[in-house]
């Protein structure tokens, strides 16, 4: 991969957690209505993957969903804005955190029902193939997900089609605060592809270049028509399930033994070994994510709230 | 004019829809060439147009609808078939939650034009799990549109018209409506929605019906007329959106109102048509509202049972009598 590329992916993963890192300051000060869900700690999946995407390939997204934004290429001020309940947000306020959406950039949404996602993006896989183009879709979902009907039919579905669909599986061990191991007889969500005939990969979620590659394949599979692949990633987040979550159910050293495996870490020590990075520019980098955001935060907060009677808008065409 | 059936009224709109549009697909199970519908709405379609576009699927309602819905998001114009209403509880979050919110949550960005058909209705036997009339449910999920068409003239223009909206559209057939004969033209027409149509001008009573209950209203009217009582029928043709001004104009004309639909009466359209009469026009009313309805049962089978709860002419007579 050229090194322009590999810095850019390092820039994004940083956006991403600079980015959840603020929205947790902003709630800590009441200016976040409602929940919040962060992705710190699963940056490599969204971004390794989306590093294989046009801007015209669709991704779908979850409540925990503002990393999958920010690596589709959404604004960050309008993604702040959003999570603010602001209008100038992408959903003008009516979505919130749990529902960011940026048709612009092929983001179609981030829907709160665990596995609603599943047939929405097989049914924009059906799309491209009507339409005959050669886009494809990106599905995120957490293991959580995998034990609904929605998985099960909208992968059936998108196999028996042979549809340019990436069913790209979070595991981070957790669906709030039931771990894996207490829902699922199998270790590998992954495995399930079996059932559906397609390919399924277990990768390393926090390794952004394995992620990477793994999706670079799946990717080439599906706009050849070869169908869908069913691609787990697996992760930690390091916060808990949303805000008030002090995740009790995880043990101290389970956290710390992801921690060391953090990322956004791995990846700047790889990229400086490889000569990609210089000390030097690994913090203009820094600075530089850190400035984006902060303007993001201060449009956000500059930015009016919608007139209340918008809540009557934009339900029917 | 000619007359056709209403199954066939339905496959008119659908084929001449989708001659003139290729985004319009039709997906659902046993749709295709090897069973063409349950009902055989969908007959001569997918090799008039190919399986690509006529699709069967594999049984798996809440994936037909969410593949439609996503397809709609981006670009498409699909038409889905649930087999039988009954089964739309298994679609139930991707209708109510994902087609018909995409559009509000996410602030107007996109639209979700697509088209979910599906027969309501009992009255052929097959009990609880196949003869549910469900538009209540629906009526209380904004963001969808519902057509209920009693007539082939206006299964083919509603039909038409639900494929052309923007926005989802829930159509809701009869099964016992599929055979009938009505008078259909053969150049192109639709029929708005929002539009009800006054099936028969009085000046005693109001009767407000959907679906099949519209059948039965009128032949109860025709009765009721030989005892020298002038009904008023109306049928709203589609319920979200609902055309008030003709159903309260007609109100305040007679000043007596009988809602009549074959839903469960508890919570029931006719709950919420009783309301909207209550608010905009109680100071019209010369008796008090009365409803027609199924009385809160699951449909069952043994035909002296399913009759039993339905509503037929002789409660529609005998409600009408009561506030005469």
Redesign the interface.
């Known amino acids: 991969m050229e090194k322009e590329k590999l810095a850019k992916i390092y820039q994004r993963m940083l956006e991403i957690r600079c980015f959840e890192e603020k929205v947790y300051d902003l709630y800590g000060q009441n200016l976040v209505p409602g929940t919040i869900h962060l992705y710190a700690g699963q940056e490599a999946v969204a971004a390794g993957v989306c590093a294989n995407l046009r801007r015209d390939d669709y991704i779908t997204s979850t409540h925990r969903g503002h990393g999958h934004c920010i690596a589709k290429g959404a604004k960050l001020e309008r993604i702040m804005a959003e999570i603010l309940g602001k209008k100038t947000g992408y959903c003008k306020g009516k979505g919130g955190s749990m529902h960011i959406a940026d048709f612009s950039v092929g983001m179609l949404g981030a829907t709160a029902v665990v596995g609603a996602g599943i047939p929405i993006a097989t049914g924009a896989g059906l799309s491209i193939k009507l339409r005959e183009t050669d886009q494809v879709v990106a599905c995120f979902f957490g293991e959580g997900a995998s034990n609904q009907g929605t998985f099960h039919e909208g992968i059936n579905m998108a196999s028996i089609w042979a549809l340019p669909v990436l069913f790209v599986c979070e595991n981070n061990l957790y669906a709030m605060g039931t771990r894996q191991s207490r829902v699922m007889a199998i270790e590998n969500v992954a495995d399930r592809a079996v059932a559906y005939g397609i390919p399924g990969r277990v990768v390393d979620g926090n390794d952004v270049l394995a992620v990477y590659e793994v999706a670079h394949k799946a990717v080439e599979r599906a706009r050849k028509g070869k169908g869908p692949t069913l691609i787990e990633c697996k992760t930690y987040r390091h916060k808990g399930h949303s805000r008030f979550d002090p995740a009790a159910y995880r043990s101290k050293e389970e956290v710390e033994e992801w921690l060391t495996r953090d990322p956004i870490s791995r990846f700047k020590a790889r990229l400086l070994e490889m000569n990609v990075l210089t000390e030097q520019r690994a913090r203009e980098i820094e600075e530089s994510v850190t400035a984006d955001v902060e303007k993001a935060v201060q449009f956000a907060l500059e930015s009016p709230y919608p007139e209340p009677e918008e809540a009557l808008e934009d339900l029917y065409v | 004019m000619r007359k056709i059936t209403y199954r066939d009224a339905l496959r008119e709109a659908l084929r001449e829809e989708m001659a003139k549009d290729n985004?319009i697909?039709i997906i659902g199970e046993d749709v295709g060439r090897y069973w063409k519908g349950a009902f055989k709405v969908t007959k001569g379609l997918a090799e008039e147009f190919g399986d690509?576009?006529v699709r069967d699927?594999?049984i798996?309602e809440?994936?037909i609808?969410?593949?439609?819905?996503?397809?709609?998001?981006?670009?498409?114009r699909?038409v889905a078939e649930i087999m039988f209403g009954d089964l739309s509880t298994l679609a139930m979050?991707?209708i109510a939650?994902?087609a018909a919110k995409?559009?509000?949550?996410?602030?107007?960005?996109?639209?979700v034009?697509m088209v979910i058909r599906m027969p309501f209705g009992a009255g052929v036997n097959i009990a609880a799990h196949h003869s549910q009339s469900l538009e209540a449910w629906f009526m209380h999920t904004?963001?969808l549109?519902i057509a209920m068409p009693s007539t082939p003239y206006d299964a083919k223009g509603l039909l038409k018209t639900a494929i052309r909206?923007?926005?989802p559209v829930m159509f809701f057939e009869h099964k016992l409506l599929y055979p009938i004969e009505g008078p259909v033209p053969e150049e192109e027409y639709t029929v708005p929605f929002g539009v009800a149509d006054v099936k028969r001008d009085g000046k005693d009573v109001t009767l407000v019906a959907t679906l099949y209950m519209v059948h039965k209203a009128l032949a109860a009217a025709e009765r009721l007329t030989k005892q020298g009582v002038d009904l008023e029928v109306i049928d709203p043709r589609t319920l979200i959106p609902l055309d008030k001004k003709t159903l309260i104009n007609s109100v305040k004309k007679t000043g007596r109102v009988v809602i009549v639909t074959e839903d469960c009466k508890t919570g029931g359209a006719s709950a919420e048509i009783a309301a909207i009469v209550a608010e905009e026009a109680l100071d019209y009313l010369d008796a008090p509202i009365k409803r027609v309805a199924e009385p809160d049962t699951p449909i069952p089978f043994s035909p002296p049972l399913e009759q039993f709860v339905l509503p037929d002419e002789e409660r529609i007579i005998k409600a009408v009598k009561e506030i005469m």
């Open positions: 985004n697909f690509k576009r699927t594999p798996s809440s994936a609808v969410g593949v439609a819905a996503g397809a709609a998001i981006t670009g498409m699909p979050d991707q939650n994902q995409l559009r509000y949550m996410f602030g107007g960005q996109t639209s034009p904004p963001g549109k909206d923007d926005n």
